[in-house]
């Protein structure tokens, strides 16, 4: 019985705790609800997850009405992975949260960080298990206006602006994505997602599908923040509680890809996306554009946040790269990355979030000679930055190699190329911090900082332990990937 | 099970060093006894591997149909049992080393120096060309502290030539040409006559080889070679274990592994590009060593004898003849010991008597006669005149520029030897002949004397090696033998 409401306890379990932190005055029993709930949910993902790779798709049709009147939750393979990404991302900073929060919040907002964290946790879980096209832009505003008060959150006051910014352009790709809804709906008459597609190819050749499509993928990719629409994703990275940042940086760009996919390869077809519209040219001029632009910024940045904000613009590139080959190969080379990406940025973002903690400051300038005095801290952030380089041995290596591999069968070699040559910009970037840490001498004004508390230390090593496990042994996360592309692109030639 | 134990025991090691940093004494014992440890593992696996066996191990599986395992061949059998035995000696030379130069961070450098050698290993015994990558990078990252150790401004700058120069021609062009080979042919193996013949045209395996040579950064072909010259700021330990042994060999080595087990030296004969790149190694050959005569920092002058070094062998493995592949094979162990002499002799003369110039080196051969006759010999085996090993290795190098018609080559090696000469002899010559008092600022309290004991114990140790390998080079000759049945 409890088994089988899996698809919908994973939303409403963390819908229902929102509330309930608000309620709890005390910061502590605030963030003890929201870390069980977020480490319920992991369990309830895994078990998901255990579901669907031994048993296929899930189908659940919410208040027993039979779809496609009723609303459907739909798990398949990539689905599950996706929901695997985002619980386990989220069971790992709830007890990061605890010091962080505590550092950089007004005590009177701790219960409203937690609520909305648990409400975005809501919202992003929920556009991945939904099949039903209204309701995932339900999910998504959910999401969306969860993160733009813990984006608000931040301790400097510019955390207003860029939590503004993000919320102009989050409503013109959420009203995007709202109108592309609503003509589908308007020509098939249903917002079921399996539906649809079934209806679609009968009147793809109209002019009002055509505008609905243009109009999903722009809405989509300002809330992936691709190139150029991801103006808004460097200034609330940079100024967003740390914790926050972490989160967002490896769930909710993510989920958009998730999305994107979903309505390339489930709703609109791969014929109509890909051969018709051309959507595949598009994209990968634009992924081949954010992977070098963003990485050539990210080279002079000195705010190190705000530098790996800029990398992860790029490394978005290099998963929409993928998916723009329109291949088995590469589609499961942007899955393996998209999951991958999320384990290496948390694990940076912690390990800048700690620096933050203790130092006040993630200015470059700032952490000369910091590897002597949180030596764990330095060696969790250089650990994962050569993944993110992708040096053999990190899950980073994998996905390169995969990436690299399939635009070679596609026959793209100067792709490769490129994804080679801006690994090494990656390595460019992550050296500064390296050099400064551990070779420049600390100024004689700088006061000595203590390594941070093992509660932030954990989550960020044990994120580095996933990353080296891997590379190591990939043969898991390969097959779900490569399950997942199977099930997306399974109409492609 | 000895093979995976040599590549563990020194990826282990750091973490008993680590664990003894406030006892020096203890924390050197352990690398010694590791160091000897390791050279007995690898001693003990020769036998077999001259009878014909090829013990293998597969460790995991990180993608589908690309293992981490390890198979010893002749040549890995080689490489392994060179690097291990100088590893021995230049943990005796280290000691003696840091501790008169009051260096500081020696346990990191201890630490790293394992990681290294255990990352040689790696290399040494990888059974498919995706291990060894995994352990060539492995190798430039844990000597990236090394060669940084001072952790000055200068070194910073060197580190960064360092990484930039080896993982920027590994990650761009090897690892493009590792998925690509991978994606034409489904396999990394290295198998006796290649994996490319019959898959791949000539023009694509010309593509595929050029990306290879180059972007074996560790081999300094031109025009990939400056972080050579860049990596001298290291201690001189370092520079002489890693960047005339370990770093340098691994490069070179996997050039020949690339030559012999990817494409086969059969097929490879059908693609023009081998003759451009034979080219580029011979100019290689010629150009450092002119670069060489032009320096006066002794360790710099041996950084760019040390790049054209490299190129013999690189020319050697192109050169597509049986005994082009034993010259080559055979150089890289007699170029090991007369190179690991000439820089410890070097560090020697830096710690005793803080002189780091050859201009400033006038009469020290008087104060210092030992270390200066352990230079003498590892300066004739540069050159190649017996009895050193140095003439045993240009002997089949030559062998094999002839076998091959190869008369640009031939004429290559006749005039680099005649290069080396010139730029090693005088140093000699400056040395002995000179008078002290003659050094622009010489004054009466220089009263140095010999360098330390453990620093001579490892020189006379190298120096009779060059000596031996000479008159007894059997072990490596029959490796490179075997090896080159192998390859046809």
Known sequence: MLLSNLPALQVIIPLVSAPLCMLLRNPRHAWACALFTSWLVLGMAVMLAQRVYTAGTLSYAIGAWATPWGIEYRVDMAGALMVLVIAIIGALVMPYAWHSIQEELHKKQTGLFYTCYLLCLTGLLGIVVTGDAFNLFVFLEISSLSSYVLISLGSKRRALTAAYQYLVMGTIGATFILISIGLLYMITGTLNMADLAQRLPDVADTRTIRVAFAFMTVGVSIKLALFPLHIWLPNAYTFAPSVVTAFMAATATKVGVYVLLRFFFTVFGFHFSFVAMHVGEILMLLAVAAILVASLVAVFQDNVKRMLAYSSVAQIGYIILGISLASAAGVSAGMLHLFNHALIKCALFLAIGSIYLRLGSVEIHNMHGLARQMPWTMAAFVAGGLSLIGIPLTAGFISKWYLVSAALTAGYWPLAVLVLVSSLLALIYIWRVVEAAYFHVPAADMHRVREAPASMLIPAWLLIGANIYIGIDAGLIINIAQQGAAVLVGQMP | ?488
């Open chain 2, 1 to 488: 099970m000895t093979v995976l134990a040599c590549v563990a025991l020194p990826l282990l090691a750091p973490s008993l060093i680590t664990a003894l940093h406030r006892w020096p004494n203890p924390r050197e014992a352990v690398t010694l006894l590791t160091a000897g440890g390791l050279f007995l593992l690898v001693y003990s696996l020769h036998d077999n591997v001259l009878q014909g066996a090829r013990p293998a191990i597969d460790l995991a599986e990180p993608l589908p149909g690309l293992t981490i395992g390890f198979e010893v061949e002749p040549l890995g059998m080689l490489f392994a049992l060179l690097a291990s035995f100088l590893w021995m000696v230049t943990s005796v030379y280290s000691i003696g080393y840091l501790r008169s130069h009051h260096e500081w961070r020696q346990t990191s450098y201890y630490s790293y120096f394992a990681v290294a050698l255990g990352s040689t290993m790696g290399i040494a015994f990888a059974g498919n060309l995706f291990t060894l990558f995994i352990f060539y990078e492995l190798l430039t990252l844990s000597t990236y502290p090394l060669v940084t150790h001072a952790g000055d401004d200068a070194a910073r700058e060197s580190g960064r030539m360092y990484l930039g120069y080896l993982l920027g021609t590994s990650v761009i062009l090897l690892l493009l040409a590792l998925v690509w080979t991978w994606s034409l042919t489904g396999t990394l193996d290295f198998r006796t006559g290649g994996i490319l013949e019959g898959v791949v045209p000539p023009g694509i395996a010309g593509i595929l080889l050029v990306l290879f040579i180059f972007g074996i950064g560790k081999a300094a072909v031109m025009p990939f070679h400056l972080w050579l010259p860049a990596a001298m700021v290291a201690p001189t330990p370092v520079s002489a274990l890693l960047h005339a042994v370990a770093v340098v060999k691994a490069g070179v080595f996997t050039v020949l592994k690339v030559v012999i087990y990817i494409f086969g030296i059969d097929f490879l004969a059908a693609v023009p590009a081998t003759q451009w790149l034979m080219y580029i190694a011979a100019a290689t050959i010629l150009l450092a060593a002119l670069v060489a005569l032009r320096q006066d920092n002794l360790k710099l002058r041996l950084a760019w004898s040390t790049i054209s070094q490299l190129s013999y062998i690189v020319l050697c493995a192109l050169l597509l003849t049986s005994s082009g592949i034993v010259g080559g094979a055979l150089h890289i162990v007699m170029h090991a010991f007369a190179k690991i002499t000439l820089f410890l002799c070097a560090g020697a003369i830096l710690v005793t008597t803080h002189k780091s110039r050859i201009s400033e080196m006038r009469g020290i051969g008087r104060s210092m006669p030992w270390t200066m006759a352990a230079f003498t010999v590892g300066a004739l085996s540069m050159i190649g005149i017996p009895p050193t090993g140095g003439f045993i290795s240009k002997w089949y190098i030559l062998l094999g520029a002839i076998d091959a018609r190869q008369l640009i080559a031939v004429g290559v090696i006749i005039v680099s030897t005649l290069l080396n000469a010139a730029y090693f002899l005088p140093v000699v010559y400056t040395a002995f002949f000179h008078s002290p008092e003659s050094n622009p600022e010489y004054t009466h309290q220089e009263t140095h004397g010999e360098a330390p004991l453990t620093i001579l114990l490892a020189i006379t140790v190298t120096a009779l090696g060059t000596v031996v390998l000479f008159f007894f080079p059997d072990l490596p000759l029959e490796l490179a033998l075997q090896l080159a049945g192998e390859s046809g």
